[in-house]
């Protein structure tokens, strides 16, 4: 058995603490300044966001939901979305399985070869066309 006092954790904003890994499921705790955002993004793996402490809204799909501790949040695989800390917060990630479908993590080195060159090609084009 493993346990931890989430609310004793020393933590520094936006640097996320891996509690604990493996291939069922990760979890993370992470603190956010008031009006620090998690901008716009998406993760391979299916995801709960507990507020432990302060207040969050998380935006996806053109909806939102604002609230303090105790507020669960899902979050489908890949499914795009935002955290802003509307005060000083804490929050937990669950994340399973762990790692998702397509994360680098779970690619073997030739698939993360063929990933990087792809993503290079559409930098390089992306450049071009002045975006």
Do not use: F
């Amino acid at each position: 058995m493993k346990s931890w006092r989430l609310d004793e954790l020393d933590l520094k904003s936006r640097l996320p603490e891996i509690l604990s890994s493996n291939a069922d499921a990760r979890a993370v705790a992470l603190d956010l300044a008031a009006g620090e955002t998690l901008n716009d993004h998406e993760v391979h793996e299916r995801t709960w966001l507990v507020v432990l402490g302060g207040e969050v809204e998380v935006s996806a799909a053109g909806e939102s939901a604002r609230g303090g501790v105790g507020m669960l949040v899902e979050l489908a695989p890949r499914e795009r979305h935002e955290v802003r800390a509307a005060s000083q917060a804490r929050v937990l990630l669950l994340l399973t399985p762990w790692p998702g479908r397509g994360h680098p993590g779970a690619m073997t080195l030739t698939q993360k070869l063929y990933a990087r060159r792809r993503a290079a090609k559409q930098q390089k084009g992306a450049a071009r066309e002045g975006v």
